[in-house]
């Protein structure tokens, strides 16, 4: 194999593995890879970016948030109707308060 075939292969591998999944994050969430939402600030539109959840459950944390105040820690977005467990585990890594 000649050398520019062999540094086509490495680049296309490095970008395969490590850029194309952050570039992916980002279109699926809408922001960028790394750029939590603030569960605590955020609207009903930024709050819908986050996997599973609606304009419904969006609402539901924003009056959730009013009758309740801030989240003490993510984990206590469990308590909004709509957010279990598992919907729950797809979005912690998005989450922050």
Request: net charge positive; no cysteine.
């Given at each position: 194999?000649?050398?520019?075939?062999?540094?086509?292969?490495?680049?296309?591998?490095i970008?395969?593995?490590?850029i194309?999944?952050?570039?992916?994050?980002?279109?699926?969430?809408g922001?960028?890879?790394?750029?939590?939402?603030?569960i605590?600030?955020?609207?009903l539109?930024?709050?819908?970016?986050?996997?599973?959840?609606?304009?419904?459950?969006?609402?539901?944390?924003?009056?959730y948030?009013?009758?309740?105040g801030?989240?003490k820690?993510?984990?206590?977005?469990?308590?909004?109707?709509?957010?279990?467990e598992?919907?729950?585990?797809?979005?912690?890594?998005?989450?922050?308060?």
């Amino acid at each position: 194999m000649n050398r520019l075939m062999m540094k086509g292969l490495v680049f296309g591998l490095i970008f395969g593995l490590f850029i194309l999944p952050l570039v992916a994050q980002q279109a699926q969430t809408g922001k960028p890879a790394g750029e939590k939402i603030n569960i605590n600030t955020a609207t009903l539109e930024e709050l819908q970016k986050l996997p599973r959840v609606g304009p419904k459950v969006a609402q539901r944390i924003i009056d959730y948030r009013k009758q309740n105040g801030n989240f003490k820690k993510a984990e206590d977005l469990m308590k909004v109707r709509g957010i279990g467990e598992k919907i729950f585990n797809q979005m912690k890594d998005m989450i922050t308060i």
